[in-house]
């Protein structure tokens, strides 16, 4: 989205330590923090980059809100993988526009909202009601309604089976992703990407062994680790914080069984 602030759309207000509030523009509404608040209507009409202050004198910036700025912010029950591994996860699938992707464990719909931006038509597979309308809810919200007209959640049990086909890839953030494995074998189609995201190596341990038993190949495993770093006039050095281990990245590729 492009243009003046508009009633309804997030935006993101940075002070001056660099922190972040993710906040729903509305008519009449108000914005408060213990520094005062700020009204909505110094915003609406006015370009990214404004600059406004809170009762208290309190400095803020407003900017419309990336997709990692969301993820991070928005409403959720699960939790979400990070931005880190987001990036990831969409090139060891290789997404492309109208890509189709099964997705399992959609919690909040973070990963939803990476594989729908990159151009996938995404199915999703979610045992939790809650947690797949909190998904959809997400998905409209930052990405418009014409994002759900890519994105088909049922709430279904991945683990008894996909009931589709053809698909291009498979992503899955499940504690068993190797239940899946044999699923995935029929739903994809030949060539396609299966990706699991892992919080633990008992799970890689488990799940590479079920993919040397498959029809999978060229699997491999990865971990993302971010540090930042301080750079002030000469003073330029890592971070003393930074984003560590989140979780493992298994991928693997559907060939078939090799000829003799």
Known sequence: MTGPFAAGERVLLL????????????????????????????LIGREEGTVVRSTSGAWYQAVRPTLSDFVLKMPRGAQVIYPKDLGRILMLADVFP?????ESGVGSGALSMTLLRAGAVVTGYEV????????????GSFLGAAALDRFDVHERDVYE?????????????????????KHAESALRPGGILVAY??????????RDALAASQFAFAETSEVLLRTWHVEGQSVRPDHRMVGHTGFLTSARLVGVADA
């Open 128 to 139: 939790r009601a809650d947690f797949a309308g909190r998904a959809r809810a997400n998905v």
């Open 161 to 181: 089976g996909i009931a589709e086909s053809g698909f291009d890839r498979v992503v899955l953030d499940l504690p068993e992703p190797w239940r899946v494995v």
């Open 198 to 207: 892992t919080p633990s190596a008992i799970q890689v341990s488990q799940l």
């Open 98 to 102: 109208g890509a189709r992707v099964l």
């Open 15 to 42: 002070d001056r330590k660099d922190r972040r509030y993710l906040v729903t523009l509305a008519e009449g509404g108000q914005f408060h923090t213990h520094a005062g608040w700020v009204a909505h209507e110094e």
